[in-house]
């Protein structure tokens, strides 16, 4: 008990305030308190054996073939990364360590009875691939809580940005503010041994994963509230946390952070945020350079803020055709959009051929606390019209809406209306998964990431030889 409270109050002061203290504090609290920690560590040597085998007994197998139109077409379809915490099927949608939304919603712990799972019992999801007790899904709350201090220095950093400064570049900018006190770093420099590379690398991952919610808030109140800031709350969970420092403290608007944060966490490895993240990560980048560059990523029109184009396309669609359209003129829109040579945002996906089930979750979501809100129904009427009018085209192999299309109007409702912010909400929750699948990456000793690349010119050569099959 003494040790325990020795800890709590330690780790309470933060680890920047104690810098050599602090370290050997949270060594020593991690045998007794850490709890997910100590699962991950015993989890660690069977896997490390499972991978062995797989490479000794499979190495040289095929996976497939690679033709020129996935190599010179972004790489879609290629199997060439090892990303165990989660997996995205088209048919199906993505599975968290095998569990699909539906099963996350059923079986991880919940803040309230019969609602939205807390994310950081998803966190212990990820990092063992077991379902968390309430009590270890809390002991993660209690673990971020303590673990979420922000330097003064971090809001400095912040203030000497340009007042239009697009709040992903904030945090950006204030994820790298943060990266002087890695631990991954020090122990490089220190010369640790790489079997141990994976402990510092899981320090530095929940210790970001910890500040996120208070640095996405400041970015937040000093971009869009006059920079007047809120304080955590000490017995809020993580997710219910960064709607409360926004700004939001109804109880609907927490479940639905709660609920936002959970399925936007991992999409598998292949996209653009987390297999930049991966590949960063892969050079030995520490946690916070790899993520800060995934943030650089999931920034891109085509990735993260897909989510505002889709709320600019929907203001777009109500202020010419009123805010409460018929379906027939929804349909009209949706042609005419086409039509210009434009795309329906929302719709579509590289990977998934059917609904998203993140879009089901947030339907409904949307059909238990906002049944009547304007903006659902017209998400409503296009979910029934979209699909029916791309299919007619037969160009398009996905008609079928993906997460961004239904994610801005739950905000909206709630009063988030700062469009540009969204991509943040997003990028705090993808730290979730990519941080999850860092520490594996180094447990699991992987190599910096090299694939070949290709000339036009090589490949002229090698189709003119025939050597390709």
């Not at 598998?268 to 560059?293: F, I, K, Q, R």
């Amino acid at each position: 008990m003494l040790a325990q409270a020795v800890c709590r109050i330690g780790l309470g002061l933060g680890t920047q305030s104690l810098p050599i203290v602090g370290n050997s504090l949270r060594r020593f609290c991690s045998d007794g308190v850490d709890d997910l920690k100590k699962a991950l560590s015993e989890l660690i040597p069977e896997q490390q054996e499972r991978l062995k085998a797989l490479k000794k007994n499979y190495g040289s197998k095929s996976l497939g073939e690679v033709t020129v139109d996935m190599a010179i077409g972004g790489m879609r379809g290629i199997p060439g990364m090892l990303w165990e915490t989660s997996l995205l099927d088209p048919e199906e949608g993505i599975r968290f360590r095998g569990l699909s939304i539906p099963d996350l919603q059923a079986q991880l712990p919940s803040a309230v009875p019969g609602g939205q799972p807390i994310p950081e019992g998803l966190l212990w999801l990820l990092l063992t691939g077991k379902v968390p007790t309430k009590e270890q899904a809390v002991s993660v709350t209690e673990e971020l809580r303590e673990r979420s201090h922000l330097g003064a220095h971090v809001l400095k950093v912040l203030n000497s940005l340009p007042d239009d400064a697009h709040p992903m570049s904030q945090l950006s900018v204030g994820v790298m503010a943060l990266q002087s006190g890695s631990h991954f770093a020090a122990a490089y420099t220190r010369g640790t041994h790489k079997s141990k590379y994976w402990e510092t690398v899981y320090e530095d991952s929940m210790d970001l994963i910890a500040k996120l919610p208070q640095l996405a808030a400041m970015i937040y109140r000093r971009t869009y509230k006059g920079g007047e800031q809120i304080n955590p709350h000490h017995k809020l969970d993580w997710a219910a946390n960064l709607a409360y420092m926004m700004g939001y403290e109804d109880s609907g608007c927490h479940e639905m952070m709660r609920m936002y944060q959970t399925i936007h966490s991992d999409h598998e490895g292949g996209n653009v945020s987390a297999h930049t993240t991966h590949l960063v990560g892969s050079a030995l980048s520490d946690p916070y350079l790899s993520y800060a560059a995934g943030m650089n990523g999931l920034a891109g029109p085509l990735h993260g803020l897909a989510n505002q184009e889709v709320l600019r396309w929907l203001k777009d669609l109500t202020a010419k055709l009123g805010p409460q359209p018929d379906k027939e003129a929804v349909r009209k829109y949706v042609e005419d959009t086409l039509a210009s040579g434009k795309v329906v945002p929302g719709y579509g996906h590289a990977v998934l051929r059917k609904t998203d089930p993140r879009y089901t979750c947030q339907r409904e979501f949307a059909q238990k606390y906002m049944p009547g809100y304007p903006l659902f129904k017209l998400v409503s009427d296009l979910y029934e019209v979209v699909p029916e009018v791309l299919g007619k085209t037969g160009k398009i192999k996905n008609p079928w809406p993906n997460v961004d299309a239904h994610s801005g109007v739950l905000l909206q409702y709630y009063g988030i209306t700062e469009e540009n912010y969204y991509t943040v909400l997003f990028g705090v929750s993808r730290a979730l998964g990519v941080l999850a699948q860092g520490v594996w990456s180094r447990a699991l000793g992987l190599p910096i990431e090299r694939p070949k690349s290709m000339t036009m010119a090589s490949l002229e050569h090698m189709l003119a030889q025939g050597t390709p099959t």
